[in-house]
């Protein structure tokens, strides 16, 4: 363990870990420690950059509170969390293909009957949500949970709303017999992740847009399938190649139809112009065994 080489010092940490009793932890540790080294010897990393980083780490943890987790932030507008889903998601075309979770989603959201107003009374253009809920055989799925929650119409979810102390433009549905579940709300809109910590500085150091484009969640689970967590995109928001945390897939990017008042499949539901999403929703078995 003394006089160890750049090259050397690699195998002597790791041999350190020899004695880790969960091999998965070993294998994981081992790997960390050999992309880490390589990554040091690859840029040859300046003491200054190591404290740079160190400090850049530091802040970013102090910046983290019960409703900010400024490191998930990092995790990911660096790829890695959607790297994560993408690994452990892995299904066929058919189904509904995963997405982030993203920091909003709340346990303590209200029940909601099916078509149901959820929107809190917030202003924004209304919006009818219809869904359905199939195996990969495209039966239905009744009695599965449904958890929805968006931005309203300035990009704020309802804790960020000024004097908004109620849950608003989030709900859980139980689909019906048919499979089917459908809400109203209002029209969600694009919104900045949060710039004024170290991931804004990273993201302003690299010239990349806060912007993520305009989405409504969706966390669907019923007994025998795999849970989906999924979001559903306008296929018209000018944020979707720019998204900074990689959760845009061209099969969640949807038409979000427009009507006047009199007019759609919604007309005489509301005295003005409207939007009507539709959306159906294909879940996968859990593995065999």
Request: hydrophobic fraction near 35%; charge should be negative.
């Amino acid at each position: 363990m003394r006089d160890l080489t750049s090259d050397g010092i690699t195998p002597a940490v790791i041999s350190t870990m020899r004695e880790t009793k969960d091999p998965r932890l070993a294998e994981i540790l081992g790997s960390l420690v050999r992309h880490l080294h390589d990554f040091v010897r690859d840029v040859e990393l300046t003491e200054d950059e190591w404290a740079a980083g160190v400090d850049f780490l530091t802040r970013t943890g102090h910046t983290c509170t019960p409703t900010r987790q400024e490191f998930i932030l990092l995790s990911d507008v660096l790829g890695v969390t959607m790297l994560v889903d993408a690994l452990g998601n892995r299904r066929p075309a058919k189904a509904t293909q995963n997405s982030v979770l993203g920091p909003y989603f709340r346990e303590d959201r209200p029940r909601h009957a099916d078509g149901a107003d959820i929107s809190g009374g917030l202003p924004g253009t209304p919006l009818f949500f219809e869904g359905e809920v199939v195996d990969r055989d495209g039966a239905p799925v009744p009695a599965a949970a449904v958890d929805v929650w968006h931005s309203d119409a300035d990009g704020h979810y309802d804790m960020e709303v000024s004097g908004r102390t109620g849950p608003a433009m989030r709900a859980l549905l139980r689909t019906d017999e048919s499979g089917h579940f459908g809400f109203r709300s209002i029209r969600p809109s694009s919104y900045p992740i949060p710039g004024d910590g170290p991931v804004g500085e990273l993201m302003s150091a690299t010239d990349r847009s806060l912007m993520r484009p305009a989405h409504v969640h969706l966390l669907i689970e019923a007994p025998g399938f795999q849970r989906v967590t999924t979001m559903l995109f306008p296929a018209d928001d000018p944020y979707l190649d720019t998204d900074p945390v990689f959760g845009v897939k061209e099969s969640l990017v949807e038409p979000y139809e427009t009507y006047a008042a009199d007019a759609g499949p919604c007309h005489g539901l509301t005295e003005v112009p409207y939007t009507l999403l539709r959306r159906t929703f294909v879940l996968e078995p859990l593995p065999a065994g």
